[in-house]
């Protein structure tokens, strides 16, 4: 789920930014180098040209767990990269490439996968990483008390032995073919979490990783403060700083845009689309988000288990007044759960055409009439709902505003509740205390979906919040991890793609495209099949744009 999107209302948020501004404390971290100088800078390097400067965020939701094991948010992601480190990791090309471990050997047909560690790895306190360390990890991965979403991806594995400090063996049941995909997941330190609970832990808000960053401050939904570290094993970052704003209007961050306040924002299109000199400090993207927005219906609730129900619901949205209206072309109508980049995703499905006419007549053969006010009714309950989504985003309030139209134009009752991220998720989502949600995935390049579709993934925390159960979607899912061939599980993926299409737990809306924009002093960024950030370790500023020093 990604919470990096929010409402644009411009005259709103200018009362917004003023009181925002007093409550940044930014002398403390940072100052203009137009008013001190800047420190001494470290020697360059053939992947840093220069050292120094910082890069300052923005995201509209806080984080909530500074742990990877544990979040589930977008916000709490975006973080813990720069803190942690996975095994292996993709390149700019998608291809799976060592980080912690420099080798790996996968034998007798995938059931045996043995890691090779390297040996130049601290943790940002100074302790040395170790194969004890992964072993650890996995164990809090498959740990029944730990509420993580991820357990899934680890429970086909037998056993983790670790013959040597550098060396990780692990033993699958069977085969799974994520397996080494699963591996990008970022490390923990046992030293850190072997006493206390770790779902409590304070290394949940302090933590200590790998990663190119270490973390140094977080101002509960003010800013999360990460400084260099500089014995790092792939080479320092070339940047000092990352900072992380927590603006929850995207409409305020436009404002901080202007005023150069931060150094890049995820875009909504009628900002793209603004005058050219808004941006003249900035350089504009777009490319394809991996990603796909939807309307998830909560499948407990007695008027979506009757997927005529859903289908009336499905016919009678405009999705082009969607794609149009609020995503101005950018993007298109989606399918199913897989975007067009992923090799799952079947062409072959064709959208619902919109036909109110149609959705009528479902609704009138499911038993759904017109009462006295003109509501739909069956047996005195009215056909209504609440429809929810989250504080900030704009596309997915105007969406669910256009689609509270539509809908009552076929007699259907919606009623719109936006939330503050946090609150949405936890207080929510996770404990399925809603009718109807719109949100969106922001997906993995493997196809495997099961911690999203499978049954037995319903828990709270986990992913399946909708609550759908399909067994033959579970067969397939199961088949799909054990499949190597690739031919085999493309089949296997692209008929997922059609029983969902077909079985409507979600309405899937649109596939947007990505529209972030970036400061033109930061050198590097690059746009790749793995998006724009994967090279971040390398981004830097010449010294003669820098604008902040330190004061630490």
């Not at 006295?372 to 309950?381: C, F, S």
Request: hydrophobic share 40%; charged share 25%.
């Amino acid at each position: 789920m990604r919470s990096r999107s929010a409402i644009g209302r411009f005259l709103a948020a200018s009362a917004l930014y003023a009181g925002l501004m007093q409550l940044v404390n930014w002398p403390a971290i940072i100052c203009h180098a137009s008013a001190y100088p800047l420190p001494l800078a470290a020697p360059p390097s053939a992947s840093c040209p220069s050292i120094g400067d910082t890069y300052v965020d923005t995201s509209i939701g806080d984080a909530s767990f500074l742990n990877p094991v544990l979040a589930t948010d977008s916000a709490s992601g975006d973080i813990n990269n720069l803190v942690f480190n996975g095994l292996l990791k993709y390149d700019k090309d998608l291809n799976l490439v060592g980080s912690l471990a420099e080798s790996w050997q996968v034998k007798k047909r995938g059931l045996r996968i043995i890691f090779k560690l390297r040996r130049d790895v601290r943790w940002h306190d100074g302790e040395p990483f170790t194969a004890k360390d992964v072993e650890f990890t996995y164990r809090k991965l498959t740990d029944p008390s730990v509420r993580t979403p991820y357990g899934a991806d680890f429970s086909l594995i037998e056993k983790v032995e670790t013959p040597d400090p550098l060396t990780v063996v692990v033993i699958y049941k069977e085969p799974f073919a994520p397996a080494l995909e699963s591996w990008t997941m970022g490390i923990l330190p046992e030293h850190i979490f072997k006493t206390g609970d770790f779902n409590s832990h304070p290394a949940n808000r302090h933590p200590i990783g790998t990663g190119p960053y270490k973390f140094f401050e977080w101002k509960t939904d003010e800013k999360i403060v990460l400084k260099e570290n500089p014995d790092y094993f792939e080479g320092r970052p070339c940047l000092d700083r990352y900072i992380y704003r927590i603006i929850p209007d995207q409409a305020v961050q436009f404002l901080e845009l202007r005023q150069q306040g931060i150094d890049s924002m995820t875009l909504t299109p009628d900002q793209y689309k603004a005058y050219p000199e808004f941006f003249e400090h900035y350089r504009k993207f777009r490319y394809p988000a991996f990603m796909y927005s939807y309307l998830g219906f909560n499948l407990k609730k007695n008027i979506f288990k009757d997927r005529r129900v859903r289908l009336a619901i499905a016919q009678a949205i405009d999705k082009e007044e969607i794609i149009k209206g609020v995503l101005l072309g950018f993007g298109k109508a989606a399918t199913g759960p897989f975007p067009p980049g992923s090799w799952a995703f079947d062409a072959t499905v064709k959208d619902l055409p919109y036909d109110p006419a149609a959705a009528r007549k479902l609704l009138s053969d499911a038993g759904w009439t017109p009462g006295p006010d003109g509501w739909l009714q069956k047996e005195g309950q009215p056909l209504e709902f609440t429809l929810m989504t989250n504080q900030g985003n704009k596309l997915r309030e105007l969406s669910s505003q256009i689609i509270q139209n539509h809908l009552a134009r076929i007699g259907i009752r919606v009623k719109l509740k936006v939330l503050e991220w946090s609150s949405f998720i936890h207080d929510y989502i996770d404990k399925k205390d809603f009718d109807a949600v719109i949100l969106g995935w922001s997906l993995g390049r493997d196809p495997d979906q099961y911690t999203i579709w499978h049954s037995h993934q319903t828990g709270e925390g986990q992913y399946n919040f909708i609550s759908y159960a399909n067994p033959e979607v579970d067969r397939l899912l199961e088949a799909g991890r054990r499949t190597y061939d690739r031919k085999a599980r493309e089949k296997i993926y692209k008929k997922i793609h059609r029983l969902l299409a077909e079985d409507l737990p979600y309405i899937f809306l649109y596939y947007p495209e990505a529209l972030p924009v970036i400061h033109h002093r930061f050198q590097g960024p690059e746009v790749a099949a793995a998006g724009i950030g994967w090279n971040f370790r390398e981004w830097y500023v010449p010294q003669s744009l820098q604008r902040y020093r330190l004061a630490f």
